[in-house]
């Protein structure tokens, strides 16, 4: 079956960069996700890549994909306090949130 | 005006009770999703369900059972809980099931079965 893993902590100083890290394992997935769940709070896609592409850039994030390796990794420039979160990598066959496969999460922590 | 809204937030029951677990979406969205998120934080989907179609994983002991009034509501129901149903479950809502639309979630619902 599909399987998505990803380091469980990460800590940064404010203003270094972040990359979170994320392997999977099922080749066919079309769509990889971000998703960001702050204490207390619902989860909320940050961003997601298609298959096809390598790289993804939205302001502050930086998604790449290095298919062959079926490794996914999220940056994070300048990262702040409020950063810090736990990030979730997900991918998906079809493109359906009925078949996300999500990892076990990375918990960001961003000292000052 | 939160987009999909849970309740309880926290629930702590004994074991062998039956709960229910509310959630509502005001997008208008068309399908809406449960997800248990266990100790380990891995997420996993349980149902999918539109008007048309009900989708269960295959994992998810028939003692879970969605339940929906409108298109506007899931609810998840549970019978006879156990100490491993302890969970964060989260609802959650898309407009059709291609995820390249967004899905929404709710904040979670804390279960802890005593």
């Known amino acids: 079956g599909e399987d998505v893993e990803q380091s469980l902590f990460l800590s940064v100083r404010e203003g270094d960069s972040s990359v979170i890290n994320c392997t999977y394992t099922?080749?066919?997935?079309?769509?990889l996700y971000w998703y960001k769940q702050e204490p207390g709070a619902g989860l909320q896609l940050l961003t997601y890549?298609?298959?096809?592409?390598d790289m993804k850039q939205d302001q502050r994030l930086t998604v790449l994909l290095n298919k062959k390796d079926k490794h996914l990794s999220l940056r994070i420039a300048d990262t702040q306090t409020g950063d810090s979160a736990i990030y979730f990598c997900?991918?998906?066959?079809?493109?359906?949130?009925?078949?996300?496969?999500f990892g076990s999460g990375t918990q960001l922590t961003v000292l000052p | 005006d939160t987009a999909v809204s849970q309740t309880p937030k926290y629930l702590v029951t004994q074991m062998g009770n039956d709960k229910s677990i509310k959630c509502e979406q005001n997008?208008?969205?068309?399908?809406m999703y449960w997800y248990k998120q266990d100790s380990k934080k891995f997420l996993k989907i349980m149902f999918s369900?539109?008007?048309?179609?009900?989708?269960i994983n295959e994992t998810v002991p028939n003692r879970f059972s969605p339940k929906s009034p409108d298109k506007a509501h899931l609810n998840l129901h549970i019978n006879s809980l156990e100490l491993g149903d302890s969970a964060v479950y989260f609802c959650?809502?898309?407009?059709?099931?291609?995820?390249?639309?967004?899905?929404?979630f709710g904040q979670g619902t804390r279960l802890t079965v005593v």
């Open positions: 959650a809502s898309s407009q059709g099931a291609r995820v390249n639309t967004e899905a929404f």
């Open positions: 099922d080749s066919s997935s079309t769509y």
């Open positions: 890549i298609f298959s096809n592409m």
């Open positions: 997900a991918e998906s066959q079809r493109g359906s949130a009925r078949q996300l496969t």
């Open positions: 997008l208008g969205h068309d399908t």
């Open positions: 369900y539109n008007n048309k179609e009900l989708i």
